[in-house]
């Protein structure tokens, strides 16, 4: 039987469990409540309030604008929402790359303030003491590597990572150490499939992928992609499972065209 069938909450032990039955972990981004009440009745194992909020929600070219606060205020619209799901939530740029102490103080105020179950950062070894600081708070802890858009002023491009052998030798020394620091799970984002795959056997922890290809122990997208509310972005990883942009397009169309004829309200809408 499914793990996650036969438990009321998702919780850190649960997606330990689903990796150790061979069950793949579903997970999605969510930043609001009515859209986390729907994902949830859906049975998605996972929801994270991801720092991507900045560019769906606020139009931004990065994520790095995001504060601590807008954060704070997504991921307690969404834990409000979430019944079942685990609520994962990121912790935006410049709050946790300097002191492990200064790191800790923003996951303790996302924690106490949001209701969420658990956080995720991005980097390997250069934040291991931060992140230990946390862990060893009692927050559950995501790793975040490979594609780690908090740093894409560093990398200067979306482009696939850890291609070349010295970067994909560092990769896998990290999430062994995340692993080992007590991380629960890793995110492996836009990297080779293979190494992927090489990854997710090395771990006993799960790994969860975007662009990372099948072999990872789940799989996440954002929602506002995987529904086709966001027009242009096309990436070669990315599934549309509707076309919501368009409909929201044609809905509005026929919405102002019957307010204008005067079709809208008829009798039968109106007290």
Do not use: W
């Amino acid at each position: 039987m499914s793990v996650n069938k036969i438990i009321k909450r998702v919780t850190t032990n649960t997606i330990l469990a689903m990796k150790a039955n061979g069950e793949k972990v579903s997970m999605l981004t969510a930043y609001d409540y009515s859209t986390a009440r729907a994902l949830d009745e859906a049975g998605i194992d996972v929801l994270l309030v991801g720092d991507s909020a900045a560019n769906v929600f606020a139009g931004y070219e990065t994520t790095l604008p995001i504060t601590l606060d807008n954060m704070i205020y997504h991921a307690s619209a969404v834990a409000r929402g979430a019944k079942r799901a685990l609520v994962l939530v990121d912790l935006p740029f410049g709050e946790y790359q300097g002191t492990p102490e200064d790191a800790f103080k923003s996951a303790v105020r996302m924690m106490k303030e949001s209701g969420v179950h658990a956080l995720k950062l991005e980097g390997g070894i250069e934040i291991l003491d931060n992140i230990k600081k946390i862990i060893d708070a009692g927050i559950p802890v995501c790793g975040h590597l490979g594609l780690t858009p908090q740093s894409i002023n560093k990398f200067g491009t979306f482009g696939v990572r850890a291609q070349e052998e010295a970067e994909a030798e560092k990769l896998k020394s990290d999430a062994l150490a995340l692993q080992e620091v007590g991380c629960f799970a890793i995110v492996l984002e836009k990297i080779p499939a293979k190494l992927a795959t090489e990854v997710s056997e090395s771990l006993s922890i799960p790994t969860i992928g975007i662009g990372a290809g099948n072999g990872c122990d789940g799989q996440v997208l954002v929602v506002n992609d995987m529904l086709g509310f966001t027009k242009d972005f096309k990436p070669k990883f990315l599934r549309r499972y509707m076309e919501m942009y368009s409909s929201i397009v044609e809905a509005a169309t026929k919405y102002a065209e019957d307010v204008k004829s005067g079709n809208y309200p008829n009798e039968s809408e109106q007290y």
